[in-house]
Nanobody, 118 residues
Framework: QVQLVESGGGLVQPGASLKLSCAAS????????MRWYRQAPGKAREWVAG????????KYADSVEGRFTISRDNAKNTVYLQMNSLNTEDTAVYYC???????????WGQGTQVSVSS
């Protein structure tokens, strides 16, 4: 049974940091690229960051470049999103996604809420 379980969301003030985690199970984690998406109220889901497995390649949306860092630990089947200098526009539900390019197979987590407010 495939599972992606996000954690680490919460309510923070502008300028603060949060670190999201996504624990994966039920599939071969190292064979999948991992991505973070987010969806703000009333808006479409948008891609935030992605990381491949071998070699490690990281990419970011322009809106988070320089503030967010994606990483993965294949031994722990976990992907992380370190978010610094948060602002109100980062408020959204953040989703973890696993994607295998050669099969187009993908899985989604249930999401974790990040709220940035003063």
């Amino acid at each position: 049974q495939v599972q992606l379980v996000e954690s680490g969301g919460g309510l923070v003030q502008p300028g603060a940091s949060l670190k999201l985690s996504c624990a994966a199970s039920g599939f071969t984690f190292s064979n999948y690229a991992m991505r973070w998406y987010r969806q703000a109220p009333g808006k479409a889901r948008e891609w935030v960051a992605g990381i491949t497995s071998s070699p490690i390649i990281r990419k970011y949306a322009d809106s988070v470049e320089g503030r967010f860092t994606i990483s993965r630990d294949n031994a722990k089947n976990t992907v992380y999103l370190q978010m610094n200098s948060l602002n109100t526009e980062d408020t959204a539900v953040y989703y973890c996604n696993a994607y295998q390019s050669w099969t187009s197979r993908e899985f989604w987590g249930q999401g974790t809420q990040v709220s940035v407010s003063s």
